[in-house]
């Protein structure tokens, strides 16, 4: 197998694939051509027999005429066309100068070449041409439909059968559509600028000459040119003196006139040179024309005004008060700050009064209050009082048209802001990402965390251009990013040859992580190489024209990765796959401009483990079913209190903040992401780097390669000790659960401990055989050292 892995290999049977796809590509079109003078010599004559005349027109010569007749004529008509652009498409492939999928591209070819031979040879049927242009295959096939369900049968398969090829086609149609509509974009939108950079030059150099002709003074200087009536009359003689010499004054304004010229052109390119690194590099430039989305695609909830009533407020004080006076406590005062979905009820109590006292009657105020998740903050941080959350009767939905239409947030001049919704004083809460900078996300179904998902993107969306961020959106649930795809040429990063801008599959989330994982690893090179320690400072140099691009040196985005369930993906990769680049992602990206936002609905620690909240210090949590989930993501108890609905608790910059989540819908966001996708994008998405496993040579045989200490797993001494004491059987499932890795990782170390005679082989779903002790496995494992 691996001479067929071979670069050196692929690229001479790549070369021969072209080759000969040229030579029946030349045969087919000969065959088209003069295929019915050479018909009779093709079907009477071998090719050897023909090869000793010249009588074949073909320009394939009697092998591309033998060739041809049988593709053409024999096979599927005009449809042979597709199964030579197969076989172009393959050599191409193969020689690495054209990437695609083998499976998609053979499935397409395949089903192209038989509807189109079938609906060609349904329409030529009673032809006169010298050969059936559907082939033999469409003539036949429709004869025999036509005799068995008639004409409209017929008719009906081979519209089945283009329906078919649309459905296999429809996401390269689609993709070829966007491109060409972005092509149509972009050309007007260079016509634009470049008419407009047409006008500014000429403005430009008709500015520039009484610029430059008053540094001379050849009589043309605004000092000479004068109203006065003396002056006038004085340049007149002057004029009138020098006129009276005919032979000299007649050369000398040309001379003049010359030497400004020249002096203007000569200044020209250096004016130029010295204004082009005068200004500071633009990385908005390729998309100067792009606007930001209006706030009118939102929309203006109706209870936006909608506040507590002063009687309810009332009646929460009065409780609190006879609900603490029954139990001894006495309270001074109670301040009232009243929030969307929560009120709180600050309470200063007398002297002597335990913190503790009030805290154990958390119950028994929400029994008197009857309301659902009563909070009580002992003390508030920052204030000498304690806080008693209640929820509001009529809880207000705050639209994220109110967030992004407030003054806090059109005057915010953070890096990556976030707006998420308003806390429990109604301000507007912003946050920055770069501060955060990598957040975990954790929230029961329902309670409103795609929603927060959401808001997040589209804050951020209103704020930072297409040249200063990217997304990289990994969605296993496959339906809550989908409406984000048409971003794929403005917001999206992806690996190169990668088709979906969403990634839905698991194998590639895992190597889209890697590949981020490189991508961190070539920006700290970049940044080191320029003497800065952060993005920003990396990225300030190089708008002043202080690094050199000839070395690799280019303006960097923003990247924010958004995985909307953590879990799941766990779960079928394996924990430590997806564990490790997400660490190291968040242990060192955060110089470089990569942000994690990490999402689930369960947020136990063998999910969230301890390497990942350790480097992820931004938490929000949703309504959570048990104090042990709140605990986990907030390192605290509360989020079971919540009462869902976007109700949620924020940890930032060591301050807990309670925020109802703006309000996005589905429609609102399929809105702006069509006013962003309608405007001119760039030519492909961002590439990150393509990532390439790393697997073990093979050296011919299993044993080899299994046996050999050099190509074993890095667990396999742990694991081969684990089965030999675990008893005389052993299962690649013990293996998944013992070390949390994926079933592939297990399957191999279950083939290598076979291949080095410690197990037996597999029979059936069965457990293998343990075939050696204690003693035995070491004598093993020191013999292939």
Known sequence: MSFFTDTRVKSVIGIGCLLFAALLLISCISYLMYGAADQSLIESRSIIENAKTSEIRNEGGPFGAAIANILMNKGFGLGAF????????????????????????????????????????????????????????????????????????????????????????????????????????????????ARQQEEEEARNTFASIPANSDKKDNGFSNKNIGFDKENHTEETKIVIENTSAPHTDVSEPDSSNDEIALEINQSKPIEKAVSIMEKPF??????SRFKFPPSTLLHETKDSTISVDIQEQEENKERITKTLGDYGIEIKSIKVSVGPTVTLYEIIPAEGVRISKIKVLEDDIALSLAALG?????????????????????????????????????????????????????????????????????????????????????????????SELKFVMIDPKMVEFSM????????????????????????????????????????????????????EDYNKKFIAHRLNPEKGHKYLPYIVVVIDELADLIMNIGRKEVEMPIARITQKARAVGIHMILATQRPST????????????????????????????????????LIGRGDMLITYDNQLTRVQCAFVDTPEVEAIVDYISDQPGFDHPYELPKFVPEQPESNGSNNSVAGN???????????AEFVVSSGNTASTSSLQRRYSIGYNRAGKLMDQMEAAGIVGPAVGGKPRQVLTDAYGLEHILNQNK
């Open 374 to 466: 009563i909070r009580i903050i002992a003390p508030i941080p920052g204030k000498g009082t304690i806080g008693i959350e209640v929820p509001n009767k009529d809880k207000q939905t705050v639209s994220m048209r109110s967030i992004i239409e407030s003054k806090k947030f059109q005057e915010c001049k953070y890096k990556l802001p976030i707006a998420m919704g308003c806390t429990i004083s109604n301000d507007v809460f912003i946050a920055d990402l770069t501060k955060m900078p990598h957040i975990l996300v954790a929230g029961a179904t329902g309670m409103g965390k795609s929603v927060g998902l959401n808001a997040i993107i589209t804050s951020l969306l209103y704020k930072k251009h297409p």
């Open 606 to 641: 063998d999910i969230i483990t301890g390497v990942i909240k350790a480097n992820c210090p931004g938490r929000i949590a949703f309504r959570v079913t048990q104090m042990v989930d709140s605990r986990t993501i907030l390192d605290r108890s509360g989020a079971q209190q």
């Open 282 to 287: 633009d990385p908005t430039a390729e998309l």
């Open 484 to 535: 984000y795809a048409p971003l794929e040429y403005h917001y999206i990063a992806q690996m190169e040859d990668e088709e979906e801008a969403i990634i839905t599959n698991m194998n590639k989330a895992v190597a889209t992580l890697n590949s981020l994982v490189q991508e961190m690893e070539n920006r700290l090179l970049l940044l080191s190489d320029a003497h800065e320690r952060n993005i």
């Open 82 to 193: 597709f199964l030579i652009y197969l076989l172009l498409s393959i050599g191409l492939n193969m020689i690495g100068k054209y990437k695609l999928k083998m499976t998609s591209t053979i499935m397409i070819c395949l089903v192209a070449t038989i509807t189109t031979s079938s609906i060609i040879g349904l329409a030529t049927l009673n032809g006169s041409y010298f050969f059936p242009l559907g082939g033999e295959h469409g003539k036949y096939l429709n004869e025999f439909l036509i005799s068995v369900a008639g004409i409209y049968g017929a008719i009906f398969l081979n519209i089945f059968l283009l329906s078919v090829l649309i459905a296999l086609c429809i996401n390269s149609l689609k993709k070829i559509y966007r491109s060409y509509d972005q092509f149509i974009k972009r050309r007007k939108a260079a016509q634009i600028n």
């Open 709 to 719: 200490a050099a190509d074993r797993d890095p667990l396999f001494e742990e694991a």
